[in-house]
């Protein structure tokens, strides 16, 4: 694992989200649907009104691990850079969106949030949101990385007999 292409995936990762969280006001129009993931997390570890700052700090941090993971997984997935960014983010709601119905029954300021679960329009606005974060994140990575992006070497020895001896022993 290449530590700099780890960072600059967490960088744009991190922009990502942050796009996300600017421009929420305006999907909350657009889908009629009150849903906001900063509140979601704000709310979350904080007591008082101190939640928006928190909220999106831990936000933009949840964006910038996803994109470390994306840029290092990025090499082996197939297609285009946006769809493969795209996919990702959309992987990561569809399989966390289920866990809305926890979020309903126990989160610590539940009375505040609008409900999830069977929420049709808080779905719809969710992958939106993805969707907004998979090409923001994946374009930005791709350039960031664009210096990293090279051909793995050699593989040096593999237990099927396959590689190469010269690299194995370090005559190359």
């Given amino acids: ?63 910038a691990a996803l ?9 082996f997935l197939p297609g285009p850079t946006v769809a493969q960014g795209t996919a990702v983010a959309l992987a990561e709601h569809l399989a966390l969106w289920p866990l809305v119905a926890i979020t309903d029954r126990h989160h610590p300021r539940r009375r505040e949030l609008p409900k999830l679960k069977g929420n049709e329009r808080a779905f719809w606005q969710a992958l939106y949101r993805h ?17 990293v992006d090279e051909e793995p070497g050699p593989i040096p020895v593999s237990s099927n007999g396959h590689g190469n001896l010269e690299v194995a022993v370090g005559a190359a």
Avoid at 36 to 58: I, R
Avoid at 67 to 74: K, M, P, T, V
Avoid at 131 to 147: P, R, T, Y
Wanted: proline share 2%; net charge positive; charged share 20%.
């Fill in 1 to 63: 694992m290449d530590l700099r292409r780890s960072l600059n995936g967490a960088l744009a990762g991190g922009i990502a989200a942050a796009v996300w969280a600017a421009q929420q006001p305006l999907d909350k129009r657009a889908f009629g649907a009150r849903y906001d993931d900063v509140e979601l997390l704000g709310k979350a570890v904080s007591k008082g009104d101190g939640w928006p700052l928190t909220g999106l700090a831990l936000h933009v941090q949840n964006g």
């Fill in 67 to 75: 994109g470390a993971a994306y840029a290092q997984l990025r090499r």
């Fill in 131 to 147: 969707v907004l974060f998979g090409v923001v994140m994946s374009v930005i990575e791709a350039k960031l990385n664009s210096e």
